[in-house]
């Protein structure tokens, strides 16, 4: 089972090398991990993706609480959450396949983003799913290189406190 647990952390030199040294020794896999800055400047946000049952899941998450700088751990996994993932892909794109690709991309909802005589550079976010659909549509196009962030995830407000809706 996949868990996206969220943690909150001083937002100092050394942090993540923590958290990810201490994980690997104790033989626990990331998935995926993304951090950033907060909208405290003193915080930042982890969040991972880590395999394993509840006993697991309960393992790292009291590891996590025991790091001097983490603030919190949250799995998110069993809320109602908004996550996307980032891309940036480069595919071979000669001028008689653009307007192929091209429909492809707004069909993802992606965007070139950079156009030589030969390639093409796409940005796409979204679902995990959505991402890799979008990879396996283009793989027959001839992918030349890609990079992918990890997950960044945020529990919804409460129906009182929405003002738009996911797509």
Same mark, same amino acid.
């Given at each position: 089972?996949?868990?996206?647990?969220?943690?909150l952390?001083?937002?100092?030199p050394?942090?993540?090398a923590?958290?990810?040294?201490?994980?690997?020794?104790?033989?626990?896999?990331?998935?995926?991990?993304?951090?950033?800055?907060?909208e405290?400047?003193?915080?930042?946000?982890?969040?991972?993706?880590?395999?394993?049952?509840d006993?697991?899941?309960?393992?790292?998450?009291k590891?996590?609480?025991?790091?001097v700088?983490? *603030?919190?751990?949250?799995?998110i996994?069993? !809320?109602?959450?908004?996550?996307?993932?980032?891309? #940036? %892909?480069?595919?071979? $794109?000669?001028?008689?396949?653009?307007?192929?690709?091209?429909?492809?991309?707004?069909?993802?909802?992606?965007?070139?983003?950079?156009?030589?005589r030969?390639?093409m550079?796409?940005?796409i976010?979204?679902?995990?799913n959505?991402?890799?659909?979008?990879?396996? *549509?283009l793989?027959?196009?001839g992918i030349? !290189?890609?990079?992918?962030?990890g997950?960044?995830? #945020? %529990?919804?407000?409460? $129906?009182?406190?929405?003002e738009?809706?996911?797509?």
């Amino acid at each position: 089972m996949r868990h996206l647990l969220s943690a909150l952390v001083q937002n100092q030199p050394g942090v993540l090398a923590q958290v990810a040294g201490m994980l690997a020794s104790r033989g626990y896999n990331i998935d995926s991990l993304a951090v950033g800055e907060t909208e405290q400047a003193e915080l930042s946000r982890m969040t991972f993706v880590v395999r394993g049952d509840d006993r697991v899941l309960d393992q790292v998450r009291k590891q996590l609480e025991k790091v001097v700088t983490v *603030v919190q751990v949250h799995d998110i996994s069993s !809320e109602a959450f908004v996550e996307r993932d980032l891309m #940036l %892909v480069k595919v071979e $794109a000669p001028p008689e396949r653009r307007g192929e690709l091209k429909n492809l991309i707004d069909i993802f909802r992606g965007r070139i983003v950079d156009v030589s005589r030969t390639a093409m550079m796409i940005e796409i976010s979204g679902t995990e799913n959505k991402v890799q659909a979008f990879v396996d *549509v283009l793989r027959p196009y001839g992918i030349i !290189e890609l990079a992918r962030t990890g997950r960044i995830a #945020l %529990v919804r407000s409460s $129906a009182d406190h929405r003002e738009t809706t996911d797509k």
